[in-house]
């Protein structure tokens, strides 16, 4: 078997909740000015897992990018599977997120994946679009697929259960 070492290196940034924007701007608006940049570069999970970019942002919606890699591959050679759970929380968790009002944060409570075909390193870029079922005031539900940007083929879909809650001030 032929075997190969490689050495990854990349620059990433430890941005964190900006709370100060995060009480004065809705959640959509929060995201929105994420995806844009304005609120500093994004999360390191992005760069730590090759996740390319949001879009499609709505109340209740959203899409995020990834490109499957030879550095997160399984035993058996194929995609690992926290790729696409990653990807589907991320998706899962901003549809929510877009919906919540000034001062309100959220995190995941539940995460159910299903896998339906694995996903290899070149086959190019997937696309995560979430989308919200039930917004409470303490609880969320949503679900997203993961389809092939180039194949258009369903590669996994899965649906979450978010806490809901407010945030409060920096300092309170």
Partial sequence: MEHETRTRTYTYSTTQLDLTSAMQMTGLDYIRALAAGELGPAPSVSDTLNFSRLFDLDTGKASVEGEPADFIL??????????????????????????????????????????????RPDMGK??????????????????????????GKLYAHGTTTCLVFPLHPPGS
């Fill in 74 to 119: 399984n035993p058996m050679g194929s995609i690992h599977g926290g790729f696409a759970a990653a990807l589907l929380d991320t998706a899962l968790g901003i549809s929510v997120h877009t919906t919540l009002p000034k001062a309100t944060g959220y995190t995941t409570a539940e995460l159910s994946v299903n896998y339906v075909r694995p996903m």
């Fill in 126 to 151: 997937v696309r995560a679009d979430g989308e919200v079922l039930h917004i409470g005031r303490t609880i969320a539900t949503a679900e997203a697929k993961i389809v092939g940007v180039d194949d």
